[in-house]
């Protein structure tokens, strides 16, 4: 708790320096007194009402963290008690054979909605875990609540920094399987607000992997890294063995931060550890801030798209990948990822580590994507060509997927042209047929 120095300066150094006052100061001295009475039952009276409050049912729940003492950034709402337990507990039960127990942070996120829909449909348990921050419409994402909720996986809603509410959560359920999707994402928003991708992608997952190293059996942990972190490279098709040295972005730099920090607690702890690279994920449910998304609104709109194009009007292309393929990366990585060694917080031998593209290998300039756009949308899109701006983007990205595809079969089956008449189709129902505005 921070104290002003006001107040700081108002404690005596010494208590017992106190000395009572006297004549004449008498009067003064009673009014002091009044005052202290004053105080003392308005305090009286405070605590009764704040007693009152805690008490309350339907307001605390025996592990809530008071509003008072709870940091706000943490955005943690109230949890615990025997009907969240229960409540998460179902959520979390696995309902095959051999099926796995998942926590996926970042569950009411885009890709986060999309691998715990498929999860859950194959039996495996699944508890989301989600801050709901207003990044994007936060009303996007209490759609994909509330989609996850009818198959029956609930949402805890919550901050990845938050330990107390991790630990719980891994007292109640012992996950075999954490799934951490929950990250700042977007590469030009970090010039914006930095210390927002500190927040989630570092300390966010160092906090991650330091209650699963604590928790007892240590979940494996499959999680979120980017494409973005082969920033500046040349050399393409991208491969896990090149170099990722000269991130664009903060952005980038901060996943490649979490690369290292996986080594770390993989070496340490025994944690088996996989991070997988997405390459510019699209699809139905997507993130309203990447550009397939709102150049879709916009076109829709009338209104001009700024276009990047290199210098001397090179081409900038993106290896888009579609979600469909993207969670079956996913399961794929969940499924092969070996157990981790640790316990107690101590390694017990070595544990695997892995890093996975998962892209689509077929680059699409960002000008075709909008001519399929306009195509589909059947609307001609106002095209403001535009120098790549030097925030944080690369020219181009471009998967190598050999090594997923050799571990775990992937194998990407959805080209740009169908993967984007599938997110038109959704936009068109989601938006159009109520009442919801897309900004
Ligand atoms: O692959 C990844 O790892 C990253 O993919 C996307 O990043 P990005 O590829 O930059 O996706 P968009 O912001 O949707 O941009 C797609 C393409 O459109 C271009 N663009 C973007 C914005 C714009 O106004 N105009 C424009 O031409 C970009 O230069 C880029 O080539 C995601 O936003 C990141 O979170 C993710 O980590």
């Known amino acids: 708790m921070k104290l002003s120095s006001s107040h700081m300066d108002n404690i005596p150094s010494t208590p017992g320096k106190f000395k009572m006052e006297k004549s004449p100061y008498v009067h003064r001295f009673r009014h002091y007194s009044s005052l202290a009475k004053l105080t003392f039952w308005s305090s009286v009276f405070l605590a009764l009402i704040i ?24 955005k943690t709402t109230f949890w615990g008690g025997p009907a969240w337990e229960k409540r998460v507990r179902s959520s979390a039960r696995i309902r095959s054979q051999n099926g796995l127990s998942v926590l996926v942070t970042g569950a009411a996120g885009f890709v986060g909605t999309h691998v715990s829909a498929a999860l859950k449909r194959r039996g495996d348990g699944v508890l989301g875990l ?32 938050d330990a107390a509410l991790l630990n719980k959560l891994f007292e109640v359920v012992p996950f075999t399987h954490v799934m951490h999707l929950a990250a700042q994402a977007g590469v030009r928003y970090a010039m914006e607000n930095p210390s927002s991708y500190v927040h989630s992608n570092i300390a966010g997952l160092v906090n991650v992997l330091e209650v699963c190293k604590n928790a007892n059996p240590q979940p494996a942990i499959v999680w979120a890294s980017s494409s973005s972190v082969y920033g500046l490279n040349t050399k393409v098709p991208f491969s896990e063995k090149d170099r990722t040295d000269q991130p664009a972005s903060l952005y980038a730099a901060t996943k490649k931060a979490g690369e290292e920090i996986a080594h770390t607690y993989n070496h340490i702890y025994g944690l088996s550890l996989t991070g997988l690279r997405f390459f510019t994920v699209y699809g139905p449910w997507g993130r309203p801030d990447m550009a397939y998304f709102f150049f879709t609104r916009d076109i829709l709109k009338g209104k001009s798209i700024p276009v990047f194009e290199g210098s001397n009007h090179g081409t900038v292309a993106r290896d888009f990948t579609y979600i469909d393929d993207i969670v079956k990366g996913c399961l794929g990585a969940l499924d092969t990822a070996e157990k981790s060694t640790g316990s107690g917080g101590k390694k017990k031998g070595p544990a695997q580590l892995r890093v996975f593209n998962l892209g689509n290998t077929s680059p699409v300039p960002v000008t075709d994507l909008v001519s399929i756009l306009e195509k589909l949308l059947k609307v001609k899109a106002k095209r403001k060509m535009m120098k790549l701006p030097r925030n944080g983007d690369v020219q181009f990205t471009h998967a190598n997927i050999s090594f997923a595809q050799r571990e775990f079969g992937y194998k990407p089956t959805t080209d740009l042209q169908s993967g984007l008449k599938k997110f038109v189709r959704w936009y068109v129902s989601y938006y159009d047929s109520g009442k919801k505005n897309s900004h």
């Open 130 to 161: 989600d801050n709901f921050n207003n990044y994007y419409d936060p009303s996007l994402k209490r759609a994909r609540q509330a989609l996850l909720e009818r198959s029956g996986i609930y949402i805890v809603e919550g901050d990845i920094n």
């Open 51 to 74: 007693l009152f409050f805690f008490k309350s049912p339907s307001t605390s729940p025996p592990n809530s963290t008071p509003p008072d003492l709870s940091r706000r950034s943490l």
